[in-house]
């Protein structure tokens, strides 16, 4: 049974930190490549940065660009998004995502792609 179990949300002040952890379980997790979605209230999911099998090819959104930070540690089967800078537009629920892909495939930035799904960790920056 494949588990992915997102932590490290919480309350944070305009231009403040976080760093999000997805652990892993129950799949070969260095077969899959790994995404970070988020969705707000009322409106849809969104892409926020992906990361390859071996971390080698990283993709960000506009919006996250200079400021999020995708990495993995295939080791312990878990990839994070360190957050910095972060702004009240940036409050959501983020969620990671697994998909399974041959080697050298880049990532997919599109959600309905993903097969496994956490279930999401709520993050708010206030102003």
């Known amino acids: 049974q494949v588990q992915l179990v997102e932590s490290g949300g919480g309350l944070v002040q305009a231009g403040g930190s976080l760093r999000l952890s997805c652990a892993a379980s129950g799949l070969t997790f260095s077969r899959f490549a790994m995404g970070w979605f988020r969705q707000a209230p009322g409106k849809e999911r969104d892409f926020v940065a992906a990361?390859?099998?071996?971390?080698?090819?990283?993709y960000y959104a506009d919006s996250v660009k200079g400021r999020f930070t995708i990495s993995r540690d295939n080791a312990k089967n878990t990839v994070y998004l360190q957050m910095n800078s972060l702004k009240p537009e940036d409050t959501a629920v983020y969620y990671c995502a697994a998909k399974g892909v041959a080697v050298g495939i880049v990532p997919s930035r599109r959600p309905h792609e993903y097969e496994y799904w956490g279930q999401g960790t709520q993050v708010t920056v206030s102003s």
């Open positions: 990361i390859s099998r071996s971390g080698v090819i990283t």
